[in-house]
């Protein structure tokens, strides 16, 4: 350390402490600018938030938020209960016949053109029957077959057969 004596007989030339009082007062100086630009972007942006806060038409931030979530509540609501008819009518078109095959044929091979057919309808779930028209010279003769989870009980004919695979790659509405 040093003494008093010491520090009573350190002098500091004087224009060198011109010098260094002309730094300091510049310095000085700047940091006041500098502090006088950040109080004013610091007063412009409590300006914003004051703004937003307040909300539009008098409302506040807490009430803007509350109702958000009443609205999400709602709309959640609303998409829950969709999703529920949406099932119901799912379930209904199942059990509705919405897959078709259709298949012309001549039964006894060239003696009364194409005139016999077989329809094939299904529901969704691959449930419905094939309806065979089979025409002669002499008559009409139908035949009707049930089909369960796209598969017939009894033998089927090749037309049959075709018939049910166009229906079941059927799609839906086609």
Do not use: W
Not at 9 to 38: E, W
């Amino acid at each position: 350390m040093l003494s008093a004596a010491a520090l009573s007989s350190f002098q500091i030339p004087a224009g060198v402490l011109a010098i260094l009082v002309i730094v300091l007062a510049v310095a000085v100086t700047v940091l006041l600018i500098l502090l006088a630009a950040t109080m004013r972007r610091m007063t412009k942006l409590e300006r914003r938030i004051s703004k937003f806060l307040a909300g539009r038409d008098g409302k506040n931030l807490e009430e803007i938020l509350v109702q958000v979530v009443k609205d999400m509540e709602t709309v959640t609501n609303v998409s829950r209960e969709t999703e529920r008819k949406m099932s119901v009518m799912i379930r209904k078109d199942n059990d509705k016949f919405s897959k078709v095959g259709i298949v012309r044929y001549d039964a006894f091979r060239g003696m009364t053109g194409k005139l016999s057919f077989v329809v094939g309808l299904l529901d969704g779930r691959d449930n419905g029957f094939l309806i065979n028209s089979m025409h002669s010279n002499e008559g009409s003769h139908v035949y009707l077959k049930e089909i369960l989870h796209g598969e017939s009980v009894t033998a089927l004919s090749s037309e049959e057969r075709k018939a049910l695979e166009e229906a079941l790659h059927c799609e839906k509405g086609e």
